[in-house]
């Protein structure tokens, strides 16, 4: 019994971490790996309650894309200016640089606080717990103190 009570456990670990990791991977892949991408700055014109859209200047002269929008986050204001890069075929950006990329991993964050109780009280593994929470509480943090 006790051997399933620890796979139940682990497997829920597992699958909080591995779907804060998922949820996180389709913003910050176009950070990691923005090499061939579109780069440029996002002057923010206007806000709804989910995007936020403005005028792009796109580092490519050649480039005739002149509006963007983003996912809206606390940190974006009327006026501002964002470095981005620009999701393939679509007129959508992702913040880019330490705010984006930690920004972009805020649901991996969440993911591991929610995994470390899990894993320190069902798998009595106290120490590997308070890894977990201080890893996810940092990057939190950090994310809160980088936008």
Same mark, same amino acid.
């Given at each position: 019994?006790? #051997? &399933?009570?620890?796979a139940?456990m682990?497997?829920? /670990? @597992?699958?909080?971490?591995?779907?804060?990791?998922? &949820?996180s991977?389709?913003s910050a892949?176009?950070?990691l790996?923005?090499? *061939?991408r579109? #780069? *440029?700055? @996002?002057?923010?014109?206007g806000c709804t309650?989910?995007?936020?859209?403005?005028?792009?200047?796109?580092?490519?002269?050649?480039s005739? =894309?002149?509006? %963007?929008t983003?996912p809206r986050?606390?940190a974006v204001e009327? *006026?501002?200016?964002i470095?981005v890069?620009v999701?393939?075929?679509?007129?959508?950006?992702v =913040?880019t640089?330490? /705010?984006?990329g @930690? #920004? /972009?991993? %805020?649901?991996?964050?969440g &993911? %591991?606080l @929610?995994?470390?109780?899990v894993?320190?009280g069902?798998? =009595?593994l106290? =120490?590997? /717990?308070?890894?977990l929470?201080?890893?996810g509480?940092g990057?939190?943090?950090?994310?809160f103190y &980088?936008l």
């Amino acid at each position: 019994m006790t #051997h &399933a009570r620890n796979a139940a456990m682990a497997l829920v /670990a @597992l699958l909080l971490v591995v779907g804060g990791a998922w &949820a996180s991977w389709s913003s910050a892949q176009h950070v990691l790996l923005s090499q *061939g991408r579109e #780069h *440029g700055t @996002l002057t923010v014109t206007g806000c709804t309650d989910e995007t936020c859209s403005g005028t792009f200047a796109s580092e490519d002269p050649s480039s005739k =894309r002149k509006s %963007l929008t983003i996912p809206r986050s606390v940190a974006v204001e009327q *006026g501002a200016t964002i470095p981005v890069v620009v999701k393939p075929d679509t007129d959508e950006g992702v =913040r880019t640089g330490w /705010a984006g990329g @930690l #920004h /972009a991993w %805020l649901p991996l964050g969440g &993911a %591991l606080l @929610l995994a470390a109780p899990v894993v320190g009280g069902g798998l =009595r593994l106290s =120490r590997t /717990a308070w890894s977990l929470a201080g890893i996810g509480g940092g990057i939190l943090v950090a994310a809160f103190y &980088a936008l």
